[in-house]
């Protein structure tokens, strides 16, 4: 494969270039159209970059850098060749940029940038795939964004040193400086431009336009304004003191709003931070005083956006904790199901003989010459009993089994109690102890059903283990304040080591019942045995 | 009066022995359920049966605990064994410790299940059959019988039981005469019901 590939490479240059080693004409020819497409776009943000041309070489604020980020973020960082290729075309055609002298040194400084994003995002790609992460995961895009100008100013100093120095002495103050420009403005270029058309690519590449407008709630999103509005007020007041343009309120305001509301509210707060402070620093104003303000608008992009992603991150890991908490609860579930599986086959099977017998029975009934009508009536009605029996018994261990969703709905405690003590009896006659359902008040808990299943039978499994065979457990319920405690109390007879179960079964329960806002409470009573409480927040508004 | 064709059905699950007792009489063996062992073994010595089938786990009392229960109050009684979770150690025990004449598995095969009733009624008709013959016997004449059987000749009998070899020789001709068993093999078969044939 690697030969044949190989092979087209070298017959076809224009294939190398675009990054891909079997390409069809007509995928060539989109790609052709994408690349014109994106040098074009290029072009022309570029040429709105020169209201903030400071030093007379670079801009302090680069959109066009935001739109190569993000078209490299979505195509892969190694075409960044192509694309280096495409805006050079642009802007040369459309008389951008200019030639200078040497002519290889200018060309390198007008496609370098390119080629080191495209360097970056390689890299950033492969790091994030190797420790399993997706390329997309907040943090790698958010260090990628502003690791790229940095790393870009850095490879920029073979050709802007010589460049620089041409007249004959190097002015290190002013290629310093102008390299800080060029930073300040891809920074800002890219930190700007690029999170929203990633996020319209990506709403466009999946159809679901709702992770392009996640709007936080109300609350959130009024704190969050009121805050931004505050530090602007704060720094029109500073300025109107006669401190100068100070942004470090906003700075604070935009790292606030990115650590609260993600990447999205970040981002707002930037460009509502740019809105203010770009047309304030656009022509007749000093390069100095333009440098300084930049330096801190990039600073408050740099720290909302980082902040934003922090956040974004976060609550994704938090998320894909929750999900993979379901799959362990889930896995638990057929565990225990497992583990059942002696009392459950012995509870199929009891059903399963009477309906074997007496469908033989009405078999040879119905076979006889005068069949007894009344008989076959009773045998077929005995059978209906068992296969409900049976059916029933099927439901309750695919209810128990099922995967649960993360749906909580308002149930009655005593059903459900009842319910997993139905579950659990089979397996307490095996074991020769008894279950005692002793009741409770009407409470109403929310819950999700399933999993409250799930922690209720593994109390009442564990305290059925710890029990001596003839031994006795009781579950009860009772309204503590705001909580219904549901107690399962069992007698020790000895210091019983634990069955043979791995012991998941308390930690599972206490998951859950975490997770559920409640506790779970083991205590050895001063009279002899173990109880086990399991503490629900009670509904406000109980359902009768 | 004892029945000699009656079997005993005890499940507590009321609606599997009604039906296995109803499937034994479909099939001429007069058969009663029962779901409480511990009442049935307080009934029993009012109707002893030939034959007991019974579940392993049940509530009140576990299968070979009524077994053993249910030996003592009659060691002529056959008794089946029925599990819906079968273990190997139980199906040894079941047979090798308990006596039990089967073990059968829960869906319960029908064939199977008749032909060890059958064979748990057969069973007994001979034990009921022997015990009676050896009932006539006194206790002196048991212990030479039950050292007869094990090879022992008279000579030792005399010896072991402390007594002359004449007496010993005496106590043979009534056990000869009150069971009928006039060769060694047929005294052995006296004390083997299950073995006689």
Same mark, same amino acid.
């Given at each position: 494969?690697?030969?044949?590939? !190989?092979?087209?490479? !070298?017959?076809?240059?224009?294939?190398?270039?675009?990054?891909?080693?079997?390409?069809?004409? $007509?995928?060539?020819?989109?790609?052709?159209?994408?690349?014109?497409?994106?040098?074009?776009?290029?072009?022309?943000?570029?040429?709105?970059?020169?209201?903030?041309?400071?030093?007379?070489?670079?801009?302090?604020?680069? *959109?066009?850098?935001?739109?190569?980020?993000?078209?490299?973020?979505?195509?892969?960082?190694?075409?960044?060749?192509?694309?280096?290729?495409?805006? &050079?075309?642009?802007?040369?055609?459309?008389?951008?940029?200019?030639?200078?002298?040497?002519?290889?040194?200018?060309?390198?400084?007008?496609?370098? *940038?390119?080629?080191?994003?495209?360097?970056?995002?390689?890299?950033?790609?492969?790091?994030?795939?190797?420790?399993?992460?997706?390329? &997309?995961? *907040?943090?790698?895009?958010?260090?990628?964004?502003?690791?790229?100008?940095?790393?870009?100013?850095?490879?920029?100093?073979?050709?802007?040193?010589?460049?620089?120095?041409?007249?004959?002495?190097?002015?290190?103050?002013?290629?310093?400086?102008?390299?800080?420009?060029?930073?300040?403005?891809?920074?800002?270029?890219?930190?700007?431009?690029?999170?929203?058309?990633?996020?319209?690519?990506?709403?466009?590449?999946?159809?679901?336009?709702?992770? &392009?407008?996640?709007?936080?709630?109300?609350?959130?999103?009024?704190?969050?304004?009121?805050?931004?509005?505050?530090?602007?007020?704060?720094?029109?007041?500073?300025?109107?003191?006669?401190?100068?343009?100070?942004?470090?309120?906003?700075?604070?305001?935009?790292?606030?709003?990115?650590?609260?509301?993600?990447?999205?509210?970040?981002?707002?707060?930037?460009?509502?931070?740019?809105?203010?402070?770009? *047309?304030?620093?656009?022509? !007749?104003?000093?390069?100095?005083?333009?440098?300084?303000?930049?330096?801190?608008?990039?600073?408050?992009?740099?720290?909302?956006?980082?902040?934003? $992603?922090?956040?974004?991150?976060?609550?994704?890991?938090?998320?894909?904790?929750?999900?993979?908490?379901?799959?362990?609860?889930?896995?638990?579930?057929?565990?225990?199901?497992?583990?059942?599986?002696?009392?459950?086959?012995?509870?199929? $099977?009891?059903?399963?003989?009477?309906?074997?017998?007496?469908?033989?029975?009405?078999?040879?009934?119905?076979?006889?010459?005068?069949?007894?009508?009344?008989?076959?009536?009773?045998?077929?009605?005995?059978?209906?009993?068992?296969?409900?029996?049976?059916?029933?018994?099927?439901?309750?261990?695919?209810?128990?089994?099922?995967?649960?969703?993360?749906?909580?709905?308002?149930?009655?405690?005593?059903?459900?109690?009842?319910?997993?003590?139905?579950?659990?009896?089979?397996?307490?006659?095996?074991?020769?102890?008894?279950?005692?359902?002793?009741?409770?008040?009407?409470?109403?808990?929310?819950?999700?059903?399933?999993?409250?299943?799930?922690?209720?039978?593994?109390?009442?499994?564990?305290?059925?283990?710890? $029990?001596?065979?003839?031994?006795?457990?009781?579950?009860?319920?009772?309204?503590?304040?705001?909580?219904?405690?549901?107690?399962?109390?069992?007698?020790?007879?000895?210091?019983?080591?634990?069955?043979?179960?791995?012991?998941?079964?308390?930690?599972?329960?206490?998951?859950?019942?975490?997770?559920?806002?409640?506790?779970?409470?083991?205590?050895?009573?001063?009279?002899? !045995?173990?109880?086990?409480?399991?503490?629900?927040?009670?509904?406000?508004?109980?359902?009768? | 009066?004892?029945?000699?064709?009656?079997?005993?059905?005890?499940?507590?699950?009321?609606?599997?022995?009604?039906?296995?007792?109803?499937?034994?009489?479909?099939?001429?063996?007069?058969?009663?359920?029962?779901?409480?062992?511990?009442?049935?073994?307080?009934?029993?010595?009012?109707?002893?049966?030939?034959?007991?089938?019974?579940?392993?786990?049940?509530?009140?009392?576990?299968?070979?605990?009524?077994?053993?229960?249910?030996?003592?109050?009659?060691?002529?009684?056959?008794?089946?064994?029925?599990?819906?979770?079968?273990?190997?150690?139980?199906?040894?025990?079941?047979?090798?410790?308990?006596?039990?004449?089967?073990?059968?598995?829960?869906?319960?095969?029908?064939?199977?299940?008749?032909?060890?009733?059958?064979?748990?009624?057969?069973?007994?008709?001979?034990?009921?059959?022997?015990?009676?013959?050896?009932?006539?016997?006194?206790?002196?004449?048991?212990?030479?019988?039950?050292?007869?059987?094990?090879?022992?000749?008279?000579?030792?009998?005399?010896?072991?039981?402390?007594?002359?070899?004449?007496?010993?020789?005496?106590?043979?001709?009534?056990?000869?005469?009150?069971?009928?068993?006039?060769?060694?093999?047929?005294?052995?078969?006296?004390?083997?019901?299950?073995?006689?044939?």
């Amino acid at each position: 494969m690697r030969g044949i590939s !190989g092979i087209e490479a !070298g017959a076809a240059p224009l294939t190398q270039v675009l990054g891909s080693a079997r390409i069809d004409a $007509s995928t060539a020819l989109r790609w052709l159209l994408v690349f014109a497409a994106y040098g074009i776009l290029f072009a022309l943000l570029r040429s709105l970059a020169i209201s903030w041309t400071t030093h007379g070489l670079f801009s302090l604020w680069f *959109p066009a850098a935001g739109l190569r980020f993000a078209f490299l973020w979505t195509v892969g960082g190694r075409r960044a060749p192509a694309a280096a290729l495409a805006e &050079f075309a642009a802007s040369f055609a459309s008389r951008t940029v200019e030639i200078g002298d040497p002519a290889f040194l200018s060309i390198a400084g007008i496609i370098g *940038p390119c080629l080191v994003y495209g360097g970056v995002i390689l890299t950033v790609e492969s790091q994030a795939r190797a420790r399993g992460a997706k390329a &997309f995961d *907040p943090l790698p895009f958010a260090i990628a964004a502003v690791v790229s100008p940095m790393v870009a100013c850095i490879a920029a100093l073979p050709w802007a040193v010589p460049l620089a120095s041409e007249a004959g002495s190097l002015d290190a103050h002013l290629l310093f400086s102008a390299l800080l420009v060029f930073t300040l403005g891809d920074l800002l270029g890219i930190l700007v431009v690029a999170p929203p058309l990633l996020w319209l690519a990506s709403a466009v590449r999946s159809g679901d336009w709702r992770t &392009f407008v996640r709007v936080p709630r109300a609350a959130r999103a009024t704190e969050l304004v009121a805050i931004v509005v505050c530090a602007a007020a704060l720094v029109w007041l500073l300025q109107r003191l006669g401190d100068g343009l100070v942004l470090a309120p906003v700075l604070l305001a935009a790292c606030w709003c990115g650590l609260r509301g993600g990447r999205a509210a970040a981002w707002l707060a930037i460009i509502a931070t740019a809105l203010i402070v770009l *047309p304030l620093t656009s022509g !007749g104003v000093g390069d100095a005083e333009r440098v300084q303000v930049h330096m801190q608008l990039a600073c408050i992009a740099v720290g909302a956006y980082l902040a934003g $992603s922090y956040a974004d991150a976060q609550a994704r890991a938090i998320r894909e904790i929750g999900r993979r908490d379901r799959l362990l609860f889930q896995a638990e579930r057929l565990k225990t199901l497992r583990a059942m599986s002696v009392a459950v086959i012995h509870e199929v $099977s009891q059903p399963l003989s009477t309906i074997a017998i007496e469908a033989r029975a009405l078999r040879q009934a119905s076979e006889a010459g005068q069949p007894d009508l009344d008989d076959i009536r009773d045998i077929a009605a005995l059978i209906d009993r068992k296969a409900h029996d049976l059916a029933e018994l099927v439901r309750r261990l695919r209810g128990f089994g099922g995967g649960g969703d993360a749906v909580s709905t308002s149930q009655a405690l005593g059903p459900l109690v009842a319910e997993v003590v139905t579950l659990a009896a089979p397996e307490a006659k095996a074991a020769g102890v008894s279950i005692e359902c002793i009741g409770g008040p009407q409470l109403c808990v929310t819950v999700n059903e399933v999993e409250i299943r799930q922690a209720m039978l593994n109390l009442l499994r564990n305290a059925v283990a710890a $029990s001596a065979a003839g031994g006795l457990v009781t579950v009860g319920w009772s309204e503590t304040g705001s909580s219904a405690c549901l107690s399962i109390h069992n007698q020790v007879a000895a210091r019983r080591a634990a069955g043979g179960g791995m012991g998941i079964g308390l930690i599972i329960a206490r998951a859950i019942a975490h997770a559920h806002g409640g506790r779970i409470v083991a205590e050895t009573l001063p009279q002899g !045995g173990v109880r086990c409480t399991l503490k629900l927040p009670l509904d406000q508004d109980p359902k009768q | 009066m004892i029945e000699h064709d009656l079997v005993y059905v005890v499940d507590d699950d009321q609606d599997l022995a009604a039906s296995v007792a109803r499937l034994l009489r479909r099939h001429g063996v007069h058969a009663e359920p029962f779901t409480d062992p511990v009442a049935l073994l307080d009934a029993y010595g009012e109707a002893p049966a030939a034959c007991v089938l019974t579940d392993v786990m049940m509530d009140e009392l576990d299968g070979f605990e009524f077994a053993g229960k249910l030996r003592a109050l009659d060691p002529a009684a056959a008794i089946l064994f029925m599990t819906a979770w079968p273990k190997t150690a139980h199906a040894v025990d079941s047979i090798r410790v308990h006596g039990g004449v089967d073990y059968l598995e829960k869906p319960i095969d029908e064939e199977r299940l008749l032909s060890s009733v059958r064979h748990g009624l057969a069973w007994s008709r001979r034990a009921r059959a022997l015990a009676g013959r050896t009932a006539m016997l006194t206790p002196r004449e048991r212990e030479v019988l039950g050292l007869l059987v094990r090879g022992y000749s008279s000579k030792a009998i005399a010896t072991e039981l402390n007594i002359s070899a004449r007496t010993v020789d005496d106590h043979r001709a009534q056990i000869s005469q009150k069971t009928g068993a006039n060769s060694l093999a047929k005294l052995i078969a006296l004390t083997e019901p299950a073995r006689g044939g």
